[in-house]
């Protein structure tokens, strides 16, 4: 199983909702990812988690709230955002021989 | 960050072969890979190569590594309507925390 699975697909919210996205993996990578993907533009990446603890934050507004339950899921958090992080939001996973395999996608819409 | 440069777009005739290019500044790099992503999508890795490698052939995939120009090419042949997409190269540096660059991406447009 090379899958990392994401929901929601798509994702419409107001300035003032929280709402979370969530990516799962059962290959037993041990780093995962998000990023946030403007369109036609490279993946920007935002938070890493190496052994479920927060490893990389690039700078991200704490309005993106990451959480790493367990190896397995990776969840962010949305609060109070704004219309300009409207985006395709990308999770990924490491396996230990280098291979980034990336997710669906959740594309998200800020009213 | 890191200055990961592709040329933006690229168009080729159906049957022929594509050579999509990328440039990279650091020399500390472990792995290197292409992604394809197709409009709506996530993004697909295709294949990667380890820095110490200079080439790798998957079925119509060769890539090419030079280490001492810091280029990295992804030759598709027999290109096909199905291959068009972005196509992303990424730096995996592992001695800065697993941290992946994206090069800028290049379109490719298949003429049938």
């Known amino acids: 199983d090379t899958e990392v699975t994401q929901t929601p697909k798509h994702l419409v919210m107001g300035m003032t909702n929280k709402k979370s996205l969530k990516c799962e993996q059962h290959m037993g990578h041990r780093a995962m990812y998000w990023y946030k993907q403007k369109a036609k533009k490279p993946p920007e990446l935002m938070f890493v988690?190496?052994?479920?603890?927060?490893?990389i934050n690039e700078s991200v507004p704490s309005r993106f709230s990451p959480e790493c339950p367990n190896s397995s899921l990776l969840n962010l958090h949305l609060h109070a955002l704004q219309p300009e992080d409207s985006a395709l939001y990308l999770c990924a996973s490491n396996s230990p021989f280098g291979e980034q395999f990336f997710g669906p996608g959740t594309r998200l819409t800020v009213l | 960050g890191e200055d990961v440069e592709q040329s933006l777009f690229l168009s080729v005739r159906e049957g022929d072969s594509s050579v999509i290019n990328c440039t990279y500044t650091?020399?500390?790099?472990?792995?290197l890979y292409w992604y394809k992503q197709e409009p709506g999508a996530g993004l697909q890795l295709l294949t990667y190569i380890f820095s110490n490698m200079d080439m790798k052939q998957d079925q119509r995939l060769t890539v090419l590594l030079n280490k001492k120009d810091k280029h990295l090419s992804l030759r598709i042949a027999d290109t096909q309507t199905g291959d068009s997409a972005i196509y992303f190269c990424a730096e995996l540096h592992a001695n800065t925390g697993n941290q992946f660059y994206f090069g800028t991406g290049t379109s490719l447009t298949v003429i049938p």
């Open positions: 650091d020399s500390s790099s472990t792995y």
């Open positions: 988690y190496s052994y479920e603890k927060l490893s």
